[in-house]
């Protein structure tokens, strides 16, 4: 699976971006996709997480910090998962990545940094910087 994100920019606390996950060939359907973040000198910190049971019900995880800023969702088709973060603050500098996992449902935990590992596939990443 191949994942390339985009949509990272510099924004002025307050602002909003929009970020892309992209997948090359394939659809999203069959597989949990997540967002990480990281910042210099920090652990990796889960986002989002999002996917789609059998029933097509969307199962959406957001992460504790930006809980109440942060949707993610699909695109359409299932190509793409789309991160919005609005009311961005300096905290929310970092390298964003999207990782993929086939099968797996988004559940309580997900986003944790013992989680990661689970994904298997990873994009590059994209640099999002909110300036003061």
């Known amino acids: 699976a191949q994942l390339v994100e985009s949509g990272g920019a510099l924004v002025q606390t307050g602002g909003s971006l929009r970020l892309s996950c992209v997948a090359s060939g394939f659809t999203l359907d069959d597989y949990a996709i997540v967002w990480f973040r990281q910042a210099p000198g920090k652990e990796r910190e889960g986002v989002s997480c999002?996917?789609?049971?059998?029933?097509?019900?969307?199962?959406?995880q957001i992460g504790g910090p930006v809980k109440d800023r942060f949707t993610t969702f699909y695109g359409n088709p299932k190509t793409t998962v789309y991160l919005q973060m609005n009311h961005l603050n300096p905290e929310d500098t970092a390298i964003y990545s999207c990782?993929?996992?086939?099968?797996?449902?988004?559940?309580?935990?997900?986003?944790?940094?013992?989680?990661?590992?689970?994904?298997?596939?990873w994009g590059r990443g994209t640099q999002v910087t909110v300036s003061s």
């Open positions: 999002i996917s789609v049971d059998e029933h097509q019900r969307e199962h959406v």
């Open positions: 990782g993929a996992r086939r099968g797996l449902l988004c559940a309580p935990g997900v986003l944790t940094t013992a989680a990661a590992p689970l994904f298997n596939s």
